[in-house]
């Protein structure tokens, strides 16, 4: 499962879940303009703000596919959570964090924190690696070519 945190904080992993709808996920589900950076204690309000969005869409896309009792609940249930999102994120933390880990994981949304979400001058680590390699391929078959 991509959805696997790599830290044991709750705010810190709640806004690793809101993350995986950034710029790198799949398109329909990119939520999150540009990732918010890690925090412990209180919850950011626009990572509560996010969440709630995020659980709103979910929430509505199940109510639109399904239109069933459950779907319906889940939906105003959702709805209610944009009202005051801080104070609900908080009081749910765990099962927000939950709920957007399962989203995530569903549509594909790219793994949480670790190396492939870590960032150098806003450059994601895992795309600075491939050219680093790229560029040792090179520098390698230019120092061949001249020794030949």
């Known amino acids: 499962m991509g959805g696997v945190s790599t830290t044991s904080d709750p705010v810190a992993k709640l806004i690793e879940q809101v993350n995986r709808f950034g710029p790198g996920a799949p398109k329909g589900y990119q939520y999150v303009t540009a990732p918010y950076g890690l925090a412990t204690g209180t919850i950011p309000t626009a990572v509560a703000v996010s969440a709630a969005f995020i659980l709103y869409r979910r929430a509505q896309d199940a109510a639109l596919r399904y239109g ?81």
């Open 68 to 148: 069933d009792s459950e779907s319906l609940a889940l939906l105003t249930k959702a709805a209610s959570a944009q009202a005051s999102p801080v104070a609900y994120v908080t009081a749910n933390i765990a099962a927000v964090t939950a709920e957007l880990q399962a989203f995530a994981d569903s549509v594909g949304a790219p793994a949480a924190g670790g190396f492939s979400s870590m960032r150098i001058l806003g450059v994601p680590v895992s795309t600075l690696a491939i050219a680093a390699g790229g560029l040792g391929a090179i520098v390698y078959l230019l120092r061949k070519k001249r020794r030949s």
